[in-house]
């Protein structure tokens, strides 16, 4: 889930023209040099519309007739996309995955408009250590320097519109992309500035700083899945509760630093703010595994309040199967409880309980890989030789997610690793979400199968 976050995401917008012939399907279709995985996904938000296989010189197509124009993406494992998908387009793409987005290119109908927004979202990538700089000034500079910034990415949008006549619609998400990623700046302000200049306080702003607040739309299904406009939704959030608390809730940081009570604030803001119902949701959504992911530091009575306030603000929450499931892996995963039953396969392709595996030493440390990142699993094994040597009172097993049998093997032989502590996971859903498998370097240390800590670090917890 926090992939999604890590992402470089884009949009990707086919233009059409409008005096064109408009055909009831689309054809889009590509080439991916070095591919990463063998198929193609195309998804409509959270929902998966088609699949393609890659052929034998790396080439998918899809050909799809009947769905609405709008906002789609692309995922090609562990790269996603997005592209904007009109009736009538004929759309192809290249890219390298060694260098997804500077590689992409697309060509066909509405090549003009895709160039312009890769090289929006390309700069806008090269503008962010020019914008922490700006973070540093006051406040009326600040607003200044990003309006300006904003304007010459609307005035080449304007020039586009002008010369190649694209559709309102497009036009509009377009535009979002611009104006949403700049305010996002400006919610973000208060907090950087006070951060990078070391100030006391949070600067007081001018009373116009967020105008554009009153411009806001939250009932617009064309933008749910604008990944600058969800950004800026979800960063406006984090602002407005915090100033509502700050304000409201007593004097100094106290209330703020309490994270039932802040998340809190955070959820009937949503409730009172969002109106287009995936949007809430996945706003929603994201404050849940925020707090869930980090509610290993509270206590379970505070987990229990906040799922229950959960489930009175957003019980017909479109994600809360998987909420209410990564609630009971948190209560799971507690200290002092036993590690659960999840099977990985050794390398004689024998299955396995990880109960089975943590009776046969006093203590052991879980850690996990996936194999697509080669230098994560270059310093990964580097980090386990270390600790093998240095705390010998340890097993360190080592759980592949992702790699198919074979390579995995390969990388076994050459990696200098002990292959009776090896394992590969035989469902990797299932096994990620019993465990809460939420970041790379997660470990999970236990001692006569007893969990001591399930949210420990490679790196930090020895
Ligand atoms: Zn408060």
């Not at 009373?207 to 749910?224: A, G």
Request: charge should be negative.
């Amino acid at each position: 889930m926090d992939r999604q976050l890590l992402y470089l995401v884009l949009l990707f917008i086919v233009g059409c023209g409008e005096g064109e012939k408009k055909e009831s399907n689309i054809f889009f279709a590509g080439e991916i040099v070095n591919p990463t995985d063998s198929k193609v996904f195309l998804y409509k938000g959270d929902a998966v519309i088609d699949s393609a296989a890659l052929d034998e010189q790396n080439r998918f197509a899809f050909s799809i007739d009947s769905i609405e124009d709008g906002l789609y993406h692309f995922n090609h494992y562990p790269e996603l996309q997005y592209v904007y998908l009109e009736r009538g387009d004929s759309l192809m793409m290249r890219l390298n995955t060694i260098d997804f987005d500077e590689s992409l290119i697309f060509s066909g109908k509405g090549e003009e408009i895709n160039n312009f927004l890769l090289e929006l979202f390309l700069s806008h990538e090269d503008e962010a250590d020019l914008i922490r700089e700006l973070y540093r000034l006051e406040p009326t500079d600040f607003t200044d320097k990003i309006d300006s910034l904003q304007e010459i990415k609307l005035d080449e949008l304007a020039k586009l519109v002008n010369e190649n006549k694209i559709s309102e619609k497009k036009e509009k998400v377009a535009k979002a992309s611009i104006v949403y990623n700049y305010n996002t700046f400006k919610e973000k302000y208060p907090f950087k500035h006070k951060w990078l200049t070391g100030a006391q306080k949070i600067v007081s702003l001018p009373t116009d700083f967020y105008s554009y607040r009153k411009n806001l739309t939250f009932n617009d299904k064309d933008l749910t899945y604008l990944r600058p406009y969800y950004n800026f939704m979800n960063t406006l959030v984090g602002n407005m509760s915090f100033m509502s608390c700050y304000g409201d809730c007593g004097e100094g940081n106290e209330a703020v630093r309490n994270r039932l009570h802040f998340n809190k604030h955070k959820l009937k803001l949503i409730d009172s703010l969002m109106q287009e119902k995936e949007l809430k949701d996945n706003l929603f959504r994201f404050v849940a595994f925020d707090y869930l992911l980090k509610a290993h530091q509270d206590s379970e009575k505070n987990n229990e309040e906040f799922i229950e306030e959960f489930h009175r603000l957003s019980n017909n929450n479109r994600h809360m199967d998987e909420i209410d499931a990564l609630y009971e892996s948190i209560k799971n995963m507690q200290p002092n409880k036993r590690i659960p039953d999840v099977l990985v396969s050794d390398v004689d392709g024998n299955q396995v309980s990880l109960k089975q595996i943590a009776s046969k030493n006093n203590k052991t440390v879980f850690y996990f890989w996936s194999g697509t990142n080669r230098s994560h699993f270059d310093n990964l094994r580097k980090r386990v030789a270390y600790l093998s040597h240095s705390k010998p009172n340890y097993s360190f097993v080592g759980i592949n997610l992702k790699t198919t049998e074979p390579v995995w093997k390969t990388m076994l032989e050459t990696s200098g690793l002990d292959k009776s502590l090896q394992y590969r996971a035989v469902d990797v859903d299932n096994l990620s979400k019993s465990l809460i498998i939420d970041k790379l370097n997660k470990c999970i240390i236990t001692e006569d199968e007893i969990i001591v800590d399930a949210f420990a670090n490679v790196y930090e917890s020895f």
